[in-house]
């Protein structure tokens, strides 16, 4: 494979950017400020005593910014939920940073097709959230807040040809191919068990699992909506 579909990131709050022999460069924690939009206080009741600790986002679902990594580590990535600029359902924006110059480009609004929230999955999802918390499991659902739509993305990563993929938490299987401007180039379902690690915009390579539940490699060819 070249390097010109060569994928992948490493990224995210307190991450650091690494070259091809696996040294650290610089820290990324100067793209992503903590942005936690609720906290509330609960009491550990299987502590000593009663211990008050804090959990940050009582959302079930990630709501702070991320930052995502070039391949070549090159650019850098900062990508915010629609719920951290009061944005419309569906939407989220991304900024992209060269990690030569410093310089940041304007921010970029993309536009998903919005998913409501019905009663059934708000109380799955509250009931899978809550269990992370085992020991505050009642307050947890006392305080968290699930929004009336999903957000516009779940897993987020930079691959080749300067794409960003992303997968959405009402359509888990499925990935979205979204450019630089913010166009949606076109949406794929893949089998469930697969995992992409390398893209461009006409071939994608990544791991499924098998009958036996052996993790093999494939690759498939990438049809526009047109074709």
Do not use: C
């Not at 992503?32 to 079930?60: C, E, K, N, Y």
């Amino acid at each position: 494979m070249g390097g010109d579909v060569g994928a992948g990131s490493r990224g995210g709050q307190g991450r650091a950017l690494f070259d091809k022999t696996g040294a650290k460069i610089r820290s990324l924690d100067f793209l992503v400020p903590s942005l936690p939009l609720h906290t509330f206080p609960l009491r550990d009741r299987g502590a000593p005593g009663t211990v008050a600790r804090d959990i940050l986002g009582v959302s079930p679902f990630r709501v702070s910014a991320r930052s995502l990594m070039s391949a070549d580590g090159t650019n850098a990535m900062v990508i915010e939920p629609g719920a951290l600029f009061d944005a419309p359902p569906g939407q989220f924006r991304f900024r992209r940073i060269s990690l030569t110059t410093f310089q940041t480009a304007a921010p970029v609004t993309v536009s998903m097709p919005p998913h409501r929230i019905t009663s059934t999955e708000r109380d799955s999802i509250l009931d899978d959230a809550a269990r992370k918390y085992p020991r505050v499991e009642a307050d947890y659902k006392r305080n968290a807040r699930v929004p009336e739509h999903y957000p516009a993305y779940d897993q987020a990563t930079l691959m080749g040809d300067n794409l960003l993929w992303i997968t959405e938490y009402a359509i888990p299987n499925a990935w979205t191919m979204i450019d630089m401007s913010g166009r949606i180039l076109v949406r794929m379902q893949f089998p469930r068990t697969f995992v992409p690690f390398a893209a461009s915009r006409t071939q994608v390579w990544g791991t499924l699992k098998d009958r036996d539940d052996v993790q093999i490699i494939v690759r498939y060819r990438i049809l526009s909506e047109r074709q």
